[in-house]
């Protein structure tokens, strides 16, 4: 059985890297996780003065438990290269690449973090955000095996700028995406975090895309706003019922009195092998969650 993750990725927030006062201020929000950003975030003339702040502010640090990730640019744009170099200096937890799509792509970025003497702990993250990086997910995904490949960030604005489909409510025109990319994440044992929501003032509306989120298997979401993580915490949070019921079906496989036992009457339900499984996954998250709120 594959050991449970037990990193929380509920809420990973973009901070843009030409900001100071957002990186600052990202050290005391309770989000999971941020990206500094250098990509999308940043125009072109103020690509050089933020890759300088944001190498200088990780090197300081302060960001405490929170997973901290650099957004690069592209390693075939004027400033990929060196993005990469500072941000492999600065020591972050990991390196967002954009537009990743295919599996030569992974292996060049990860590559090129081993040529720059990247620690081993430091991750690659994908942006999955390309029509040629959906119909590869799965190849994509099979490159873990050999790179530092760790995550997958979906990029559902540039997937629906390049697919010309309209981002609606309940998102269907990315459903085959979504779920292709959690199946592949999910194979090869990858985090996969959901693609931002646009509409800041829409408390409703975004809650309901994280609900959403939640029920494709993500394990949590990127965000565009501070507002915006207290309700992506709890709603990617096991809540207490859920954690409590986890805590009695390991009970119960671990009774010696169960020993051998394929399947359970645990409060009343059925209870399967698999069950013990994804309890142990749901205690682990939870407990990891407990420890950065500590």
């Given at each position: 059985m594959t050991a449970p993750q037990a990193r929380p990725?509920?809420?990973?927030?973009?901070?843009?890297?030409?900001?100071?006062?957002?990186?600052?201020?990202?050290?005391?929000?309770?989000?999971?996780?941020?990206?500094?950003?250098?990509e999308d975030a940043v125009a072109p003339d103020a690509k050089d003065e933020a890759r300088a702040a944001v190498a200088a502010i990780v090197k300081a640090g302060g960001y405490g438990k929170r997973e901290v990730i650099i957004r690069v640019n592209s390693l075939t744009s004027p400033w990929g290269p060196q993005d990469l170099e500072a941000a492999v200096d600065a020591?972050?937890?990991?390196?967002?690449?954009?537009?990743?799509?295919?599996?030569?792509?992974v292996l060049a970025a990860s590559e090129?973090?081993?040529?720059?003497?990247?620690?081993?702990?430091?991750?690659?993250?994908?942006?999955?955000?390309?029509?040629?990086?959906?119909?590869?997910?799965?190849?994509?995904?099979?490159?873990?095996?050999?790179?530092?490949?760790?995550a997958f960030v979906m990029g559902t604005n540039d997937l629906a700028k390049e697919t010309?489909?309209?981002?609606?409510?309940?998102?269907?025109?990315?459903?085959?995406?979504?779920?292709?990319?959690?199946?592949?994440?999910?194979?090869?044992?990858?985090?996969?975090?959901?693609?931002?929501?646009?509409d800041i003032a829409n408390a409703e509306g975004f809650e309901a895309m994280c609900w959403q989120g939640l029920e494709f298997g993500f394990d949590g979401k990127t965000l565009i706003h501070p507002s915006q993580i207290e309700t992506c915490n709890r709603v990617f949070a096991p809540d207490e019922a859920e954690v409590?019921?986890?805590?009695?079906?390991?009970?119960?496989?671990?009774?010696?009195?169960?020993?051998?036992?394929?399947?359970?009457?645990?409060?009343?339900?059925?209870?399967?092998?698999l069950h013990r499984d994804m309890a142990e996954q749901t205690v682990a998250i939870a407990d990891a969650i407990a420890s950065m709120s500590s």
């Open positions: 990725r509920r809420s990973v927030l973009y901070m843009p890297g030409a900001n100071a006062k957002a990186l600052e201020k990202a050290k005391s929000l309770p989000t999971d996780a941020v990206i500094l950003d250098l020591g972050p937890d990991g390196i967002l690449f954009p537009k990743i799509s295919s599996a030569d792509e090129a973090m081993d040529a720059l003497g990247t620690t081993p702990a430091m991750s690659l993250w994908a942006m999955i955000e390309t029509p040629r990086a959906i119909l590869e997910i799965a190849s994509i995904a099979a490159s873990s095996t050999n790179t530092r490949l760790a010309r489909a309209r981002q609606t409510t309940d998102r269907a025109p990315f459903h085959f995406a979504l779920a292709a990319s959690v199946t592949a994440a999910r194979l090869y044992n990858l985090a996969v975090i959901d693609g931002v929501y646009n409590a019921h986890a805590r009695a079906v390991i009970a119960a496989f671990l009774d010696p009195a169960n020993a051998g036992k394929g399947v359970l009457k645990v409060d009343g339900k059925m209870t399967e092998l």
